[in-house]
Nanobody, 122 residues
Framework: QVQLVESGGGLVQAGGSLRLSCAAS????????MGWYRQAPGKQRELVAV???????NYKDSVKGRFTISRENRKNTVYLQMNSLKPEDTAVYYC????????????????WGKGTLVTVSS
């Protein structure tokens, strides 16, 4: 069974930094992409950053220049380095992976972590 486990969330003061990690395990044949989403109270889940198998990246406009997504393919792990954090970054952050579990799979499927809470105080 494929499983994604996030870590690194917590409480930080405005202007501080946190690094989120997400490790994927299980029967994974290939990964198309991994990313981070977040959901604040009363709001819909939104994409924060993604990284594809070709190492291209995409960021939500409000985090550009502050957040950096990276991956360590050999460990099936994705990271989100968050600098200059703001109170509006407070949310539950979810790890996402689109992957094929076998060669016979015609397309990837989405897998989600349970989320890790990031709270930024002012």
């Amino acid at each position: 069974q494929v499983q994604l486990v996030e870590s690194g969330g917590g409480l930080v003061q405005a202007g501080g930094s946190l690094r989120l990690s997400c490790a994927a395990s299980g029967r994974i044949f290939s990964i198309n992409g991994m990313g981070w989403y977040r959901q604040a109270p009363g709001k819909q889940r939104e994409l924060v950053a993604v990284i594809t198998s070709g190492d291209s990246t995409n960021y939500k406009d409000s985090v550009k220049g502050r957040f950096t997504i990276s991956r360590e393919n050999r460990k099936n792990t994705v990271y989100l380095q968050m600098n200059s954090l703001k109170p509006e970054d407070t949310a539950v952050y979810y790890c996402n992976m689109n992957a094929r579990t076998s060669l016979g799979s015609q397309s990837g499927m989405d897998y989600w972590g349970k989320g890790t809470l990031v709270t930024v105080s002012s």
